[in-house]
């Protein structure tokens, strides 16, 4: 496959199986515990020709080798799990809160230790990672948008002799891309974006480093932490029309945006897509388009809630990526960092029409 075909491109022809007369345009699913002897598979654990092909557009797509995993929350801990006992860790303050959970959890045995940043604040960043084993990035941030400047964090860990793990479920590699700008691994929930269409659990991780691909590998064979076929095989039908979705949902998020800044009700609006956001100057030059995730700040949790209890073509649920639109208040759940602000709403945004999207918000906010 050309890797200097445009991500657009890539999402449409990778992993497809070699044509031929009579060959298959898309991969089948393989459903096999086991293989005939001899080569280089062996046993299911090892790997899956359906797998394989995800992969194979995945890698393309971030510009590495990809390996996928039974969750977004495997793959992340397969990459913690590269870590040497007692390694120090610099974790974003906000971030999706599974990661900051596990991280915790993993501190509190002693396992590793971990401090947490502002990934906006590229100086407390690189003061905060000498010493550190690890940079954990997320950006845009989950739920604040906070948006880092990748490249110069990458370079003062890399200084520190730290290795660089991204995060790139929100943006996407549409929206940008790592490994180009420093980081030694992504890793992605492809329940999210990727797959697009809320109907399956999948994550990733993408390294050009043949030492972390073979280490994570090995790891996977054993630890087992391996996709279904299944899965694998939806996801790579949804990554096909990634390009599209993000477009449109892209398209949609810039249109509510400012509208919902302009609402007497939201107190605040965080989208590194407006002008007067604190990522807006970082994310127009670094990333491609903005995304389709957004956060409100309401007045306070009951305020919120009743927004979020009111919406009627709207879903009220967590997740996030895919081609309905989803909104729910991030405290409620317990997990959630106490300096994300009780009133605040993510929404994630859809591929609807953007009117029908704006009516029912509309409808569902209070007065003000
Ligand atoms: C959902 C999510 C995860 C975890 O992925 P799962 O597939 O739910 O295990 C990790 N990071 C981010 C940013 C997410 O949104």
Redesign the pocket.
Known sequence: MRPDLSPSTLAVVAGRPAPGPDEPLSPPVVLTSTYHAGGPRGYGRYGNPTWEALEEALGLLEGGRALSYA????A?SAVLGTLPVAASVVAPRHA?S??LVQLDALAGKGVLSVRRVDVADTPAVAAAVRGAALLWL?SPT?PMLEVADIPACAQAAHEAGAVVVV?N??ATPLGQRPLDLGADVVVH????YLSGHSDL???AAVTRSDELYEGLLAARSGGGAVPGPVEAWLALRGLRTLHLRVERATHNAGVLAPRLAAHPAIQRVRYPGLPTDPGHERAAAAMHGFGAMIAVELADAAAADAFTGSVRLWVHAT??GGVESLLERRRRWPAEPPSVPEGLVRLSVGVEDVEDLWADLVIALPDG
């Open positions: 969750s977004g929350m495997a992340v999706y599974q990661t997320e989950n995060d479920t929100f929930s492809v329940t999210k659990l999948l994550g997740s996030l």
